[in-house]
């Protein structure tokens, strides 16, 4: 189920090959658990909503719905090694895990506008919350793809980093003008 640490070549310490799959699934749950922690504490500690909008918490349930969503389809499903074809078979697959990418990167841009928008061109004294919503979105997010091949994860990793940069520019140039 999970190809991220097939590049780790570390043949005298631990043999990844049985483990792989539960060492993979501990660290997206440490993950995904530190992105609501970093957002629970954020509420705790702003619960006016003119400090924390309770609505930019939409883009961390939208992210766990992602999570669930990319978690739920095996590598075996996406290549059309499984046993079962399913509802759909490969084709449905692949398009459930797509929907899910979709889903994720876009709660990943969302909590972004939500930072850059919402706290940082606003010039708010307090950006704390903005923050914990990115983090939040970036943990669970990255909890996320640690299943699936690692060829792939690193391609969608780049794209993503580019495409980040490229609206983080943007954002950068609306809020402070030549």
Known sequence: MSGFFDGLRCSECIDWGEKRNTVASVAAGVLFFTGWWIIIDAAVKYPLTEDLNHSYHTCGVIATVAFLMI????????????YSEGCMGQ???????????????????ASMWILFGGYVAKGSPVVYPGIAVFFQNAFIFFGG?????????????????????????????QVWPD
Request: net charge neutral.
């Open 91 to 109: 084709i449905g697959a692949r398009i459930w895990l797509f929907i899910g990418f979709m889903l994720a990167f876009g709660s990943l841009i």
């Open 71 to 82: 978690n739920a389809v095996s590598n075996g499903q996406v290549r059309g090694d499984s």
């Open 145 to 173: 793809e640690l299943f699936g091949d690692p060829v792939i994860f690193t391609v969608i990793l780049i794209l993503r980093l580019v495409w980040v940069l490229i609206v983080v520019q943007g954002a950068c140039f």
